[in-house]
C-alpha cells in the first residue's frame, strides 16, 4: 500500500476551510487531515467552522 502525503499552504482560514470541506467531501477522515498555523486562533476558528477537531 502506497502511503501518499499532501501539503498545502493557504493564505487566508476561508481558504483552508474550503480545502478541508472538499477533502471531507471526497471521503477524508478527520485523523487523515492535519493543520498548522501561525497563530492557535487561527486553528480555533477552522476548527469550529468545519465542525472538527484538528
Known amino acids: 500500500m ?4 499532501l501539503i498545502g499552504v493557504f493564505k487566508t482560514e476561508t481558504d483552508a476551510i474550503k480545502v478541508i ?3 471531507r467531501a471526497n471521503g477524508y477522515s478527520d485523523k487523515e487531515i492535519s493543520v ?10 477552522v476548527e469550529n467552522v468545519t465542525d472538527t477537531k484538528i
Open 2 to 5: 502506497v502511503n501518499k502525503k
Open 21 to 23: 470541506e472538499s477533502l
Open 36 to 45: 498548522m498555523a501561525k497563530h492557535h486562533d487561527e486553528i480555533r476558528n
